[in-house]
Nanobody, 125 residues
Framework: QVQLVESGGGSVQAGGSLRLSCTVS????????MGWFRQAPGKEREGVAG????????YYADSVKGRFTISRYVANNTVYLQMNSLTPEDTAMYYC??????????????????WGQGTQVTVSS
């Protein structure tokens, strides 16, 4: 059973940086794709970054392209989301997610079978 444990959220001023971590504690071999999502109060969950675990190809939402970087450290089964030049619009609960089947749209939450517990990111102006 794939289990995801997140860490790294917090509060930062606009223009600052944060790095989120998501460790896959079991059965990493079953994971085809990892995604980072966020959800602000009253809004739908939004996919912001994704990574294909077989070839390492990465994907980004337009709203974060050039500011966020998703990466993976194979040795400890951890996926990171480096977030730079943060703005108040980035304030949300952030979730990592694992896809164990073959999906066709990385930004669709329903494509993912496992989710982390979420970590809050708050950016003040």
């Amino acid at each position: 059973q794939v289990q995801l444990v997140e860490s790294g959220g917090g509060s930062v001023q606009a223009g600052g940086s944060l790095r989120l971590s998501c460790t896959v504690s079991r059965d990493m071999y079953r994971v085809n794709f990892m995604g980072w999502f966020r959800q602000a109060p009253g809004k739908e969950r939004e996919g912001v970054a994704g990574l294909a675990t077989n070839r390492g190809r990465t994907y980004y939402a337009d709203s974060v392209k050039g500011r966020f970087t998703i990466s993976r450290y194979v040795a400890n089964n951890t996926v990171y989301l480096q977030m730079n030049s943060l703005t108040p619009e980035d304030t949300a609960m952030y979730y990592c997610a694992a896809m164990t089947s073959i999906g066709n749209n990385w930004r669709t939450p329903g494509q993912y079978s496992h989710w982390g517990q979420g970590t809050q990111v708050t950016v003040s102006s």
